[in-house]
């Protein structure tokens, strides 16, 4: 397959158009009850590679977080709750939100199989940091920011990812059957509008 063909469909929007509202309720919780965080020192649990390069990630776009928040972001940790909700239906291989996902936020990604790793779906939400006007609140006319304004939510705490090879619904249509999607759950949501991410 031709790899300048994937980038131009990477390029031309193959991530979900940021939904501006709430991802879950209209109000936003100061805190949420931890749900099966196995993420934290000292949490019992072994993260996998993938999750912890979707940690690894979301944490370094906190960390970069421009203008700089103060005080800084808290790092994300796992979810296992989340991570079981992402798993559910990214087996579903429909790219289109979760409309059962509870109070969780959402972040998807397609692609076709070895477009890209782990590291570099975290990278293309992450990128939109370009078109977010944080002044102003809003993206720049015409694009997305949402899943960037979601992995900066200091509300967020923790995060639960799931990935999935499909051969069924592919949003590149039939000449590409076989595709993959991701799927990141964040608890608390974020995206409340006439909100800033902090």
């Not at 808290?74 to 996902?101: G, I, M, Q, S």
């Not at 959402?106 to 939109?128: F, H, I, M, R």
């Amino acid at each position: 397959m031709n790899r300048s063909f994937v980038r131009r469909l990477l390029a031309l929007g193959l991530l979900v158009p940021w939904l501006s509202t709430g991802c879950g309720s209209d109000e936003p919780t100061e805190e949420d009850p931890p749900s099966g965080d196995a993420g934290t020192p000292g949490g019992g649990e072994t993260l996998s590679q993938f999750a912890k390069d979707m940690l690894d990630g979301h944490n370094a776009t906190r960390a970069a977080a421009k203008p700089v928040p103060s005080p800084a972001l808290a790092p994300l940790t796992w979810d296992t709750n989340a991570e079981k909700v992402a798993k559910a239906y990214a087996a579903r291989c429909e790219f289109k939100h979760n409309a059962d996902r509870g109070n969780l936020g959402e972040n998807l990604y397609a692609a076709t199989p070895n477009a890209v790793d782990t590291l570099g779906v975290v990278k293309g939400w992450s990128d939109e940091i370009t078109d977010y006007n944080y002044a102003a609140n809003s993206c720049a006319q015409g694009k997305m920011c949402g899943h960037y304004t979601q992995i900066v939510w200091r509300n967020t705490k923790r995060i639960g990812c799931a990935t999935q090879t499909c051969t069924t619904n592919s949003p590149f249509g039939a000449q590409w059957p076989k595709w993959q999607l991701w799927v990141c759950n964040y608890a608390p949501p974020g995206n409340y509008v006439g909100e800033r991410p902090y």
